[in-house]
């Protein structure tokens, strides 16, 4: 069954401390995306890529890290110079060739840090 | 650089009413529109999408969109909400590489 998937659903860390989300897809998807969610905000794109080994900042890249080492992962390492990285954080990809494709959401982190 | 604005971030309606949930995008070019359902603590899922041809597009859950150029619009409709319809409603479209999401208006339903 393709799909994406991210672990773990929850994460708790302290403050200082860095921390790295994982997020798979196995659709055979160029594109993967890096999203963070805060309430009332709507999605906020923090990376995204491409293709592998390359991948371009958004808007809110600061204090985050990312890598595209495989087609299929994708993994987001928050740092401890994120000023407020407790959030729910999600992980899109979507197909390559044509805008008209949607992107595939996964079903989610939510890190809190204390 | 393209966006997406939705009117109203919070909508009220009563179980068997219709429901209407607005987007308006600005695009210099034929847009491709997206709408989007977030359920609490949960990834987004694809309801419908626009790309070309028909402008009335119908989605999952027995939702619709109507594409109107001259109006940059592409709202949403469903003719009789479910208590199931409660969640956020996102719409984005496509730009380059990216997607360029709405803020989301969150859709209560009331018994």
């Known amino acids: 069954d393709g799909g994406i998937t991210q672990s773990p659903k929850y994460l708790f860390r302290k403050e200082g401390q860095n921390v790295t989300l994982s997020c798979e897809q196995n659709l055979n998807h160029d594109a993967m995306y890096w999203y963070r969610q805060d309430p009332g905000q709507g999605l906020r794109l923090i990376y995204y890529?491409?293709?592998?080994?390359?991948?371009q900042k958004g808007d809110i890249a600061e204090g985050y890290s990312v890598s595209r080492e495989k087609k299929e992962s994708f993994p987001l390492t928050v740092t401890s110079a994120q000023k407020n990285p407790t959030a729910f954080y999600l992980c899109?990809?979507?197909?390559?060739?044509?805008?008209?494709?949607?992107?595939?959401f996964g079903p989610g982190t939510r890190l809190t840090v204390t | 650089a393209q966006s997406v604005t939705q009117l109203g971030s919070h909508v009220s309606v009563s179980e068997g009413a219709l429901v209407l949930l607005r987007c308006n995008y600005s695009?210099?070019?034929?847009?491709?529109l997206f709408w989007y359902v977030q359920y609490p603590n949960q990834g987004l899922q694809l309801l419908l999408k626009?790309?070309?041809?028909?402008?009335l597009v119908k989605g999952i859950n027995g939702f619709e969109a109507e594409f109107k150029k001259s109006e940059t619009s592409f709202h949403l409709t469903k003719p009789s909400a479910h208590m199931s319809d409660a969640a956020e409603y996102f719409c984005a479209v496509s730009e380059l590489e990216k997607v360029i999401f709405g803020p989301g208006t969150s859709l209560s339903v009331i018994p």
């Open positions: 890529s491409q293709i592998v080994n390359d991948f």
């Open positions: 626009y790309t070309t041809g028909a402008t």
């Open positions: 695009s210099s070019v034929p847009p491709y």
């Open positions: 899109a990809s979507r197909r390559g060739g044509s805008l008209s494709y949607e992107q595939y």
